[in-house]
């Protein structure tokens, strides 16, 4: 069972619109969830965390996990053409002190 | 401000021929990693190092070996390069051990 599960996308939003992007994970036991976003033929770049249930926010950027459900998302309110990329979930593994797992990716366009 | 540096940023081999990837951070980071991305993929863990002189497999370490020569750099070699390694390969660090922070600018290796 795949630990990490993200829709590949690609999703299509218009700008100034909100961008809201899912991750479920497999182990109820994790207790950190990062957002990584990386642009086209560059490297990713680590934009949020979030530790507890509920919203962490930040400027444009807002993570929401729910441990009961399994899931963690990220909203992107007034997005822009600069904000297309993929983003990356990650969790812990399942098992042992090891790093994160990473799922596939989201491809976020932005249409102008 | 170099943070993670790789090289080289392009390679292409030929079956069965050896290479190293050299990944420095002057960040004085305890953690560095070795991820290959490959399309539609996300990012697959290869090797990592919690800390000098320790290193540990990932998920996909078959074919490849690390060497941690030193806090700041970390190297991953391919001993008899097969074309199932054409690939990314991002190196990255960061203080802890499970999230990486700041990632290099990717090795682009392609195997003929």
């Known amino acids: 069972q795949k630990e990490v599960e993200q829709n590949s996308g690609p999703l299509s939003v218009p700008e100034g619109a909100i961008a809201s992007l899912n991750c479920t994970y497999s182990?109820?036991?994790?207790?950190?969830f990062f957002w990584y976003r990386q642009y086209s033929g560059k490297s990713p770049e680590l934009i949020m965390s979030i530790y507890s249930n509920g919203d962490k926010e930040d400027g444009r950027f807002t993570a929401q996990l729910n441990k009961a459900s399994q899931y963690v998302s990220l909203l992107i309110r007034d997005s822009q053409p600069s904000d297309s990329a993929t983003y990356l979930c990650a969790a812990p593994p399942n098992s042992g002190n090891t790093p994160l797992v990473f799922g596939k990716g989201t491809r976020l366009s932005v249409i102008a | 401000n170099a943070g993670v540096t790789q090289t080289p940023k392009f390679q292409v081999l030929k079956t069965g021929q050896s290479m190293t990837l050299q990944c420095a951070q002057d960040m004085n980071h305890n953690s560095m990693y070795w991820y290959r991305q490959d399309p539609g993929m996300g990012l697959r863990l290869i090797y990592y190092?919690?800390?000098?002189?320790?290193?540990d497999k990932g998920e996909v370490p078959n074919g490849y070996n690390v060497s941690r020569l030193n806090k700041r750099e970390f190297s991953l070699r391919l001993e008899s390069a097969a074309p199932s390694q054409t690939s990314v390969y991002f190196c990255?660090?960061?203080?802890?051990?499970?999230?990486?922070?700041?990632f290099g600018d990717g090795t682009r290796l392609s195997i003929l």
């Open positions: 190092s919690a800390s000098e002189g320790t290193t």
């Open positions: 182990d109820r036991g994790s207790q950190s």
């Open positions: 990255a660090s960061s203080d802890g051990t499970h999230q990486p922070q700041h």
